[in-house]
């Protein structure tokens, strides 16, 4: 199908390829992109101003990343340059709407070549249209990432706020100072030194882990299933909603997931797979990967999920997981319930806890919307980038998504 003024090109004709090279070993400031986007941080560029990475080797082989400032491009990676007048921004997403993985060779090492990217077929549009396409786009993604910035600002607020009360015991005292730095009273415990009044729990006595199950018993028409790939550091990037007649649920869609429950991979628990699921969508389960864990009415789900994602819970968890005899580095729920925490008085609890939910339920909300903005973009691109929904190019900006 062709358009008015869309022309049928190669991509060699619009877009000049070059192979990365070996990462410096200087650290800098200046991003390393491979195939799975930023690798690390180094102080030279190999590419400067727009650029397009496209992933060349393994697992990520066919990934698609745009940077406007230098970076260097590693050696796992192509590095992409509009050329003749045409747009990097509009050609990114253009070459992110080919779902480039398709065209790799290779099975036991995937690859994606020069050759190959340089003979596929595209068509363009108008340096105007293809402009007008790359904006509408462009506001979606800079609204992702907005969204993703302020949520990245209310969890380090979160976690900064519960290691002052929590770990530092700087909590307000009765005349609103903080304790520790006020002389409050110490005893020791299990933990170390605690402040008095303070205990110390496990968190099977503060919470049930893998309460509800799915048997395949009940009669659902549908469900709504995360795997343990699906979300990380609390960010969820896909619920599958699939149909119980029309496709295979997969076996390992077993945990019940209700308001409020943590949910923490059980498979190599230091890639920080794990999140709190304020409002599961109805049916939601998740995979046998993940421990789901249920908070009791003496615990807030909030502090719990804090607690369970500090560095050093995360770190004792990993170290149990590679002492394990299973094929992958692995822990088991009563790993979990074991873990020693300690416990204030209610008001303690009670007062953090408003301060906290309040934080995790705006971080919720922004989450609940980025899927949404996702869900329209990726709907958008291929109709876009094909013409089958067309831009209005006698007009001026189009309306801002941001607003």
């Keep these: 199908m062709s358009f008015k003024g869309w022309e049928s090109v190669v991509l060699s004709e619009v877009i000049v390829f070059s192979n990365g090279k070996k990462r410096p070993s200087l650290p800098g400031k200046i991003p390393v992109y491979g195939g799975n986007g930023i690798l690390d941080y180094t102080d030279r560029s190999n590419t400067q101003g727009e650029s397009i990475i496209i992933g060349r080797v393994g697992a990520y082989c ?46 036991s090492q995937p690859l994606l070549t020069q050759t190959i ?12 249209e293809q402009e007008l396409i790359a904006n509408i786009l462009s506001k979606l993604d800079e609204k992702i990432e907005l969204n993703n910035a302020i949520n990245k600002n209310l969890e380090d607020m979160a976690q900064a706020l ?23 009273e110490f005893e020791e415990s299990e933990l170390g030194l605690i402040p008095k009044g303070w205990k110390v729990g496990s968190i099977g006595e503060v919470s049930d882990v893998n309460l509800e199950s799915y048997s395949g018993k009940e009669k659902w028409n549908y469900i709504n299933y995360l795997d343990t790939g699906n979300i990380t550091r609390n960010r969820i990037s896909n619920i599958q909603p699939l149909d119980y007649k029309l496709d ?40 046998t990967g993940f421990a789901v864990i249920t908070s009791n009415r003496n615990f807030p789900s909030d502090l719990l999920y804090l607690w369970l994602t500090q560095e050093d819970i995360t770190q004792k968890l990993q170290s149990i997981a590679e002492g394990s005899t299973t094929t992958y580095p692995s822990i088991k ?31 919720w909300e922004i989450q609940k919307q980025n899927r949404v ?30 607003e």
């Design 62 to 107: 066919g990934n698609v990343y745009f940077e406007d400032q230098p970076c260097w491009v590693s050696d796992n990676a192509i590095a992409a340059k509009a050329i003749k007048d045409n747009s990097n921004k509009f050609l990114f997403y253009k070459l992110n709407s080919l779902n480039l993985h398709n065209f790799r060779v290779g099975s």
């Design 117 to 128: 990217l340089k003979d596929i077929v595209i068509q363009l549009p108008p340096r105007t």
């Design 162 to 184: 519960f290691k002052r009360w929590f770990i530092d015991y700087e909590f307000p005292n009765e005349n609103g100072e903080p304790y520790k730095s006020s002389g409050g």
């Design 248 to 287: 295979k649920i997969p076996s390992r869609a077993k945990r019940k997931v209700n308001p409020n429950d943590i949910v923490i991979s059980t498979v190599r628990p230091n890639q920080h797979h794990y999140g709190m699921i304020r409002e599961p969508l109805e049916n939601m389960l998740v995979s």
């Design 333 to 363: 729920p009563a790993d979990i319930q074991t873990l020693k925490i300690p416990i204030p008085h209610n008001q303690i609890l009670k007062e953090l806890s408003s301060v906290i939910e309040a934080m995790h339920k705006k971080m």
């Design 373 to 402: 903005l996702t869900e329209i973009r990726d709907t958008l691109l291929p109709k876009l980038m094909s013409g089958e929904i067309r831009v209005p190019i006698d007009e001026h900006e189009p309306t801002s998504i941001n």
